[in-house]
């Protein structure tokens, strides 16, 4: 049955072993939009379907993005589709063909426990690769990506896979665990009253422009210490600690995330202007940009 259905292109070995009174068939095989319409029509539970992810894979396929991993498509002893379902459609939708392994004759009670186990998430994939405070480290990759790439005034920003991630770590971003560091460190003298994320993301961004001007900012943000008089860091601290005061006695919600970015940035960019203030508000209009 498989075979019929992949006889359109050259198929390498085909391994079958009797499980649990199951004939498994695992065939590695180039995928062709033929095939994979092919598969698609012996049968799947249309109630499955994700838009989202098939606009997922969608993109990493136009992009060349694409990775094989060895995780197969699985059919049941009749051919229905148990897992694989939104990588098929994707190749349907833009003709790319691709290698799967493709595992048949799978029991139809395996269905409700396929992908039972917990994926690796980006901070997992990052621990793997030795990078430090992995947890942080994902978060604050994240956040820049988002902030370098206008996230704060738009909501359809692609999001960072874990191989887009990687890359996106490793090309952009030296010295990103520099300010992971400080940042677990600066959270905790801070009374936790900003995040490790935002310490580390915008120490990280505000260095690019001036990497002293950045590390006397948070220093003095974290420590209440070496302020001149009027100065913004001095308003930002009164704001979050506040802020966190308040959360934390159930009398206000914490502040909204975009706020606290707006925030930073905004008390950043007075001090690199050395321009006194008495309080702080993000403005409707804001433009989130970071001064040089």
């Known amino acids: 049955?498989?075979?019929?259905?992949?006889?359109?292109?050259?198929?390498?070995?085909?391994?079958?072993?009797?499980?649990?009174?199951?004939?498994i068939s695992?065939?590695?095989?180039?995928?062709?939009?033929?095939?994979?319409?092919?598969?698609?029509?012996?049968?799947?539970?249309?109630?499955?379907?994700?838009?989202?992810t098939i606009k997922h894979f969608v993109t990493i396929l136009n992009e060349g993005r694409w990775v094989f991993d060895g995780d197969p498509?699985?059919?049941?002893?009749?051919?229905?589709?148990?897992?694989?379902l939104h990588r098929l459609l994707a190749i349907v939708e833009t003709g790319i063909t691709k290698?799967?392994?493709?595992?048949?004759?799978?029991?139809?009670?395996?269905?409700?426990?396929?992908?039972?186990h917990r994926k690796r998430n980006a901070p997992?994939?990052?621990?793997?690769m030795g990078v430090p405070n992995a947890q942080c480290a994902a978060a604050s990759i994240k956040s820049i990506y988002n902030i370098r790439n206008g996230g704060?005034?738009?909501?359809?920003?692609?999001?960072?896979?874990?191989?887009s991630l990687l890359n996106y770590y490793f090309d952009e971003l030296e010295g990103l665990d520099e300010s992971v560091t400080l940042g677990?460190?600066?959270?905790?003298?801070?009374?936790?009253?900003?995040?490790?994320?935002?310490?580390?993301?915008?120490?990280?961004?505000?260095?690019?422009?001036?990497?002293?001007?950045?590390?006397?900012?948070?220093e003095q943000l974290a420590t209440g210490v070496g302020f001149e008089e009027g100065s913004p860091i001095y308003v930002l601290r009164n704001k979050l600690l506040k802020a966190k005061r308040n959360a934390n006695r159930g009398v206000t919600q914490k502040l909204p995330p975009k706020e606290v970015k707006g925030l930073l940035?905004?008390?950043?960019?007075?001090?690199?202007?050395?321009?006194?203030?008495?309080?702080?508000?993000v403005p409707e209009d804001f433009d989130y940009v970071i001064a040089d």
């Open 1 to 23: 049955m498989l075979m019929e259905t992949m006889k359109q292109t050259e198929v390498t070995t085909s391994i079958r072993k009797v499980i649990d009174g199951f004939t």
């Open 26 to 52: 695992t065939i590695p095989s180039d995928i062709t939009s033929g095939i994979a319409q092919a598969l698609l029509n012996r049968g799947y539970c249309k109630a499955l379907i994700n838009k989202n």
């Open 73 to 84: 498509i699985r059919l049941d002893d009749k051919g229905k589709i148990l897992n694989g």
């Open 99 to 116: 290698p799967l392994v493709v595992i048949s004759g799978m029991d139809p009670e395996t269905f409700p426990i396929i992908d039972g």
């Open 124 to 128: 997992d994939v990052l621990h793997i």
């Open 152 to 163: 704060l005034l738009k909501s359809n920003l692609r999001s960072l896979d874990n191989p």
């Open 184 to 218: 677990r460190r600066l959270y905790i003298t801070f009374m936790k009253a900003l995040s490790e994320t935002n310490f580390a993301t915008f120490h990280y961004l505000f260095s690019e422009k001036d990497p002293e001007m950045a590390n006397e900012f948070f």
């Open 265 to 281: 940035i905004l008390a950043w960019n007075k001090f690199r202007a050395n321009k006194p203030c008495k309080r702080l508000s």
